[in-house]
T-cell receptor, first 115, second 115 residues
Framework: GDSVTQMEGPVTLSEEAFLTINCTYT??????LFWYVQYPGEGLQLLLK?????DKGSNKGFEATYRKETTSFHLEKGSVQVSDSAVYFC??????????????FGTGTKLQVIP | DGGITQSPKYLFRKEGQNVTLSCEQN?????MYWYRQDPGQGLRLIYY???????QKGDIAEGYSVSREKKESFPLTVTSAQKNPTAFYLC??????????????FGDGTRLSIL
């Protein structure tokens, strides 16, 4: 079945450091890929997405490239801020046998940015 | 602003009691979803609905029930048969249940605890 593997956290960085959160996936066909962010006590917000191979999603300084050959969608940011502290979820979107959207989430990676 | 409203934010359940979590959306979305979030486990799908008066079981439907009498509303009942209900519950929606490349929109969640 479909699955998403994320690096374990927490990841602790100093402000202005470079961020990489690794995400790899297993899926049949050609899924869409998403990164969501969750702030404490809140729901998930879409951060960025990519719908086909070699697409690059970007938003708020975050980027991720859909790499079909390595089945990866790593999240990067050049200079993190304290306000980026949150839990980040990698997810893939496919269609199940009934024709309905199915989203498979990773377990989340907690990021802590210290001043 | 369009969005998803979940209520209450915190809920406590006594042994043997059923409780209902509310989810309302004004995005005019057809598809709605309920997820359960436990620490370190990511999100797991409980139920989903693609249209009024129709819904499907997700991966962990046992001990839960739903209804979809109106497009805007998708309440989740946690029954006494759910022996481990303590978790963070998230409601989501999507404009097209068949579109694997469309992101889901999330509410801010309800945290359910056992008394």
């Amino acid at each position: 079945g479909d699955s998403v593997t994320q690096m374990e956290g927490p990841v602790t960085l100093s402000e202005e450091a470079f961020l990489t959160i690794n995400c790899t996936y297993t899926a049949t066909g050609y899924p869409s890929l998403f990164w969501y962010v969750q702030y404490p006590g809140e729901g998930l917000q879409l951060l960025l997405k990519a719908t086909k191979a070699d697409d690059k999603g970007s938003n708020k300084g975050f980027e991720a490239t859909y790499r079909k050959e390595t089945t990866s969608f790593h999240l990067e940011k050049g200079s993190v801020q304290v306000s980026d502290s949150a839990v980040y979820f990698c997810a893939l979107g496919t269609v199940n046998s009934g024709g309905y959207q199915k989203v498979t989430f990773g377990t989340g990676t907690k990021l802590q940015v210290i001043p | 602003d369009g969005g998803i409203t979940q209520s209450p934010k915190y809920l406590f359940r006594k042994e043997g009691q059923n409780v209902t979590l509310s989810c309302e959306q004004n995005l005019n979305h057809d598809a709605m979803y309920w997820y359960r979030q436990d620490p370190g486990q990511g999100l797991r799908l409980i139920y989903y609905s693609q249209i009024v008066n129709d819904f499907q079981k997700g991966d962990i439907a046992e001990g839960y029930s739903v209804s979809r009498e109106k497009k805007e509303s998708f309440p989740l009942t946690v029954t006494s048969a759910q022996k481990n209900p303590t978790a963070f519950y998230l409601c989501a929606s999507n404009s097209d249940y068949r579109a694997y490349n469309q992101p889901q929109h999330f509410g801010d969640g309800t945290r359910l605890s056992i008394l």
